[in-house]
């Protein structure tokens, strides 16, 4: 049986912390700056971790 090849996609997105949760970036930090406060911009610098409904789904993405 061969071996299961990672989704490199989902490779770039998402790191797997020592505990085994799922660490992401978050969305909205494209464009429009100048309208989001201070407060929001700080909060979205931070990591967010991938939910546990969509943990299984990317767990099949990156095997390992």
Same mark, same amino acid.
């Given at each position: 049986?061969?071996? #299961?090849? +990672?989704?490199?996609?989902?490779?770039?997105?998402?790191?797997? +912390?020592?505990?085994?949760?799922?660490? &992401?970036?978050k969305a909205y930090t494209g464009h429009f700056? #100048? &309208?989001?406060?201070? +407060?929001?911009k700080r909060n979205l610098r931070k990591a967010?971790?991938?939910?546990?409904?969509?943990?299984?789904? #990317?767990? &099949?993405?990156?095997?390992?």
């Open positions: 049986m061969p071996k #299961i090849k +990672t989704h490199k996609g989902a490779a770039k997105r998402f790191k797997r +912390t020592a505990s085994g949760k799922l660490k &992401r970036n700056f #100048i &309208r989001k406060g201070s +407060t929001q967010g971790y991938v939910s546990d409904a969509d943990k299984k789904r #990317i767990d &099949r993405l990156m095997p390992s």
